[in-house]
């Protein structure tokens, strides 16, 4: 579904970039959803992207304290002239300093703590915030950071004791 204002004068453009993805036959159950989701953004958006903008910089603040992790943030990003803003919903993480690949540290994020993350890649992987999230959710990413944790057990690697987050371990 799109929702658009005006005659842009690209409508027939976009009716034919449309074409490509819609079908004939509607999801009933995907426009119902749609509604519901575009009523509760009409209704609640405003408390319900306050608290998640609370979370990410909550969990950035986290983070950031991690020796080892470097977290893309606003003001390195817009030395970057391609760079317009940060969306601070999303939070992307270096973890090279930690002698880890990304695609290393999500596997132990999602197998072990049940964190599941976009685009890990060779340094880096990015964890998104949604309006669905709860303090729970930063809680799990953040697990490891005890350093009585036993995380690193179940992992069978040696260097655990007074790890400050389980991808330290490794």
């Known amino acids: 579904m799109l929702h658009g204002r005006g005659h842009t004068g690209r409508s027939r453009r976009l009716q034919t970039a449309l074409q490509l993805t819609q079908s ?20 609640e958006g405003k408390a319900l992207l306050s608290n998640t903008l609370a979370l990410a910089l909550d969990l950035r603040t986290h983070l950031a304290t991690i ?17 317009s803003d940060l969306d601070l919903t999303r939070l992307t993480v270096d ?5 880890i690949t990304g695609l290393a ?7 072990h703590l ?17 309006l669905g999230n709860t303090p729970l959710d930063n809680a ?8 009585g944790s036993n995380l690193c057990l179940p992992l069978g ?7 400050p987050w389980p991808l330290s371990s490794l």
């Not at 973890?95 to 002698?99: A, I, M, Q």
């Not at 799990?140 to 350093?147: D, I, K």
Request: glycine share 8%; with cysteine; proline share 6%.
């Open 24 to 43: 004939t036959s509607p999801s009933y159950l995907l426009l119902a959803s749609l509604d519901a989701a575009r009523h509760q953004l009409a209704t």
């Open 67 to 83: 020796p080892g992790l470097r977290l893309i943030h606003k003001a390195g990003a817009m030395f970057c002239a391609s760079v």
């Open 95 to 99: 973890v090279s300093g930690l002698s």
């Open 105 to 111: 540290a999500d596997e132990i994020l999602h197998n």
């Open 114 to 130: 049940g964190v599941t993350v976009e685009l890990p890649e060779l340094r880096h992987l990015t964890l998104i915030l949604s």
């Open 140 to 147: 799990r990413c953040l697990t490891g950071s005890n350093p």
């Open 157 to 163: 690697h040696r260097r655990c004791p007074g790890a």
